[in-house]
């Protein structure tokens, strides 16, 4: 990291993998989710490889959470960045419009609830804190509405990953295009 922002960097760095995304894999609902995003995008067309790339930022990346009441960050993006999880989770007040209590005014994030549909269409910046986060009710929760979105996803094909054998079961045969990888 630049000593100039210790806080935050907009390029992934070794903090980012091993504060963000390393623990994160340790959670079974985690790994489900993410590995269903990957799935889903095995034969989407170029159009719904953005929507799932706008939905894996605004989960995997950014994702926050509900946990005992509180908003809880578990995106890697938030998870390795000490100055956007605190911009991003604290006062838990994300719906109090009234931010003149802090003196050092920063406009607060809009925190909107997990939805998939919503998240795909949601542009974000790349390079300085998110404006816009969801929030959803636990892992799994999301981890289901994440589901339902990809099923709906239209594709020639379907794929599910096998544990037991570690590979990919496609449900039919595909025929490759010439001339096309």
């Known amino acids: ?13 070794i903090c980012h993998e091993l504060l963000g995304h390393a623990p994160m894999f340790a959670n079974n609902d985690f790994c489900d989710f993410s590995q269903e995003i990957g799935l ?5 067309s170029d159009e719904d490889i953005m929507k799932l790339a706008s939905c894996y930022w605004f989960s995997v990346e950014f994702g926050l ?3 005992n009441n509180k908003i809880k ?3 890697a993006g938030l998870l390795s960045s000490f100055g956007e999880i605190e911009y991003a989770c604290n006062g838990d007040d994300a719906d109090n419009d009234d931010n003149t209590a802090n003196d050092n005014y920063v406009e607060r994030p809009k925190i909107f609830p997990w939805d998939p549909n919503k998240a795909a269409v949601t542009e974000f910046p790349i390079t300085s ?7 959803a009710d636990s892992l799994q929760s999301g981890k289901e509405k994440m589901r339902k979105f990809c099923e709906e996803l239209p594709r020639p094909f379907f794929a599910q990953y096998n544990a037991q054998i570690e590979t990919v079961h ?9 001339g096309r990888p």
Request: charged share 25%.
């Open 73 to 75: 960050a578990y995106g």
């Open 1 to 13: 990291r630049h000593h100039s922002k210790p806080l935050y960097t907009p390029e992934p760095d």
């Open 65 to 67: 959470c509900k946990e």
């Open 129 to 135: 804190y998110q404006p816009v986060y969801f929030l």
């Open 170 to 178: 496609i449900d039919r045969p595909v025929k490759r295009v010439i």
């Open 40 to 44: 889903a995008s095995l034969g989407a």
